[in-house]
């Protein structure tokens, strides 16, 4: 059974940072895909950074050059390193994984490919 666990949400300062983990078990091989989504209150889910089976990534432009997402060497755990925090960075952070082979570009505006996700952290960033 795959399960994801979130961590290293909190509450910073605009330009601040904040590094996310996701702590992933359930892969025999640890080959799989994974991606950052948030929520922000009142609005709908988006995309933030995915890695793909091949080891490519893709960012939301809003993010571009300021977030990086990586997966440790035992492919145990998946981190958001997030710099240059924005007040519209707020809101709830899911991690999600799946086996599948597509493209990080696609698996960023297709949520719905990703099989397993986790229960969130809280990020929030005040002016």
């Known amino acids: 059974q795959v399960q994801l666990v979130e961590s290293g949400g909190g509450s910073v300062q605009a330009g601040g940072s904040l590094r996310l983990s996701c702590a992933v078990s359930?892969?025999?091989?640890?080959?799989?895909?994974a991606g950052w989504f948030r929520q922000a209150s009142g609005k709908e889910r988006e995309g933030v950074a995915t890695?793909?089976?091949?080891?490519?990534?893709k960012y939301d432009d809003s993010v571009q050059g300021r977030f990086t997402i990586s997966q440790d060497n035992a492919k145990e755990t998946v981190y958001l390193e997030m710099n240059d925090l924005k007040p519209e960075d707020r809101g709830m952070y899911y991690c999600?994984?799946?086996?599948?082979?597509?493209?990080?570009?696609?698996?960023?505006?297709?949520?719905?490919?990703?099989?397993?996700w986790g229960q969130g952290t809280q990020v929030t960033v005040s002016s």
């Open positions: 999600a994984a799946a086996l599948t082979w597509l493209s990080a570009g696609w698996l960023l505006t297709h949520p719905s490919d990703f099989r397993s």
């Open positions: 359930g892969y025999s091989d640890g080959r799989y895909c």
């Open positions: 890695l793909d089976r091949s080891g490519i990534t």
